[in-house]
């Protein structure tokens, strides 16, 4: 029998790290808090490296099917609509980077993912309230009174990880201030108003980036980086004020005012982030995804770096027995982390493709054919 493989979180690193392993024949469950799956208004882009990730999972086909292939990637200046750089996107980019750039509803990415996993292995409404190593087996507590014992748990809990939390000790990730309003709404309402594939408008203090979400360029989405340090983070996730968000980007382009002025409705989330770890793992148990590496959204890396995470965790594990489990563990962090910590400062600076930018280092990885440490 392979591993017994338990995963907390069934978000964009957990499933995807579901899907690499269980083809690899590990016995894999993965417990997941929320009682069922929601679509929120949000996009996602799957640069070339995540997309290279994924077609070793099998899904690449099922991804282009929803997703937009922009030809362009346009940066501009907010007030001015002056090209800063433009990105050849296309086949181009598959020339470069063996692999498209696409843009997609974050719930669509999240159900193909979903489809890459045999789904009685997902058990809903189970949050992991605690865990405890004993010998070489994991015992983990979950608040609707379930336990389970596993051989390897991966923490793929997101930001606010409890199993970090109980590996490294409590500590909020850190405000940076700045929150992302995010919608996604019918093309339609924009009327005759053009907008560039994907662009990103560059502010003195505030930027914000927009594209088409599914192939048909029937759906739009924006989001933006918006300086608000007061902001209440007791509600991280909750609806925006559309009068506030408008006259934030009120010196910003027609194109960009158009776009807030045919929004119906808006999200806003506290960007949050938090210093590279010491550890990603502790015996039998591993951090993925955002639990060891949340980072700003600047690069649209945050994803990408779990869905690599998950593969090269995979990798790692391939054949491993039990009592090997902490060797691959070590590798997984030494292989894992120069890259995502490059990617997380880097994108930290948020200067990522304003001017002609080194791109390749970051799109033109593949996490399967990459030297394993
Ligand atoms: C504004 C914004 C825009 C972004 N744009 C992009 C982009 O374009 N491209 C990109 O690659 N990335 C982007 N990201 C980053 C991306 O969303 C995250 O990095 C990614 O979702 C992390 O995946 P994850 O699996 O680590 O965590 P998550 O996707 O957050 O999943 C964590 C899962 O764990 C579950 N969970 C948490 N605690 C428990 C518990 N105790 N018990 C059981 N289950 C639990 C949660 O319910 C959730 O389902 C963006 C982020 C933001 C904020």
Request: glycine share 8%; aromatic share 8%.
């Amino acid at each position: 029998m392979g591993l017994r493989v338990a995963i907390i979180g069934a978000g964009m690193g957990g499933l995807a790290c579901a899907a690499a392993l269980k083809a690899q024949g590990a016995d894999v469950s993965v417990y997941e808090q929320a009682t069922q799956f929601k679509r929120i208004g949000a996009g996602i882009q799957m640069t070339p490296n995540a997309v290279k990730a994924l077609r070793g999972l099998g899904l690449e086909n099922a991804l282009r099917e929803v997703a937009f292939e922009a030809e362009l990637g346009h940066n501009r200046v907010a007030s001015s609509g002056e090209i800063t750089n433009v990105i050849e996107l296309g086949a181009r980019i598959v020339e470069r980077c063996n692999a498209p750039l696409l843009t997609l509803h974050r719930g669509d990415l999240h159900s193909v993912l979903l489809s890459g996993v045999p789904q009685e292995i997902i058990r809903m409404n189970h949050r992991l309230v605690s865990y405890k190593q004993q010998g070489d087996v994991v015992q983990l507590f979950f608040g609707n009174g379930v336990e389970v014992e596993a051989d390897l748990v991966i923490a793929a809990d997101g930001v606010h990880s409890l199993i970090r939390e109980q590996m490294l000790g409590p500590e909020a990730p850190r405000f940076t201030g700045r929150v992302a309003y995010r919608a996604t709404f019918p093309a339609s309402l924009i009327g005759e108003l053009k907008i560039d594939d994907r662009c990103k408008w560059w502010g003195a203090d505030r930027h914000i980036v927009i594209y088409y979400t599914t192939r048909t360029r029937s759906e739009i989405y924006f989001v933006t980086s918006t300086p608000e340090p007061d902001y209440n983070l007791e509600s991280w996730s909750t609806k925006g004020d559309l009068g506030e968000l408008r006259a934030a980007y009120a010196d910003f382009h027609p194109t960009v005012r158009g776009v807030l002025e045919a929004c119906p409705e808006v999200h806003k989330w506290a960007l949050v982030v938090r210093e590279p770890l010491p550890r990603w793992h502790e015996g039998c148990v591993a951090l993925l995804g955002d639990a060891c590496h949340p980072m700003t959204p600047y690069m649209a890396q945050g994803a990408a770096s779990a869905i690599e995470d998950a593969v090269i965790l995979s990798r790692c594990l391939k054949g491993v027995a039990r009592a090997a489990i902490g060797n691959a563990l070590t590798r997984y962090h030494a292989t894992r982390f120069p890259r995502a910590t490059a990617i997380q400062q880097t994108s930290a600076q948020n200067n990522w493709m304003k001017e002609k930018t080194d791109f390749d280092w970051v799109y033109g990885h593949d996490v399967w054919s990459e030297d394993l440490a």
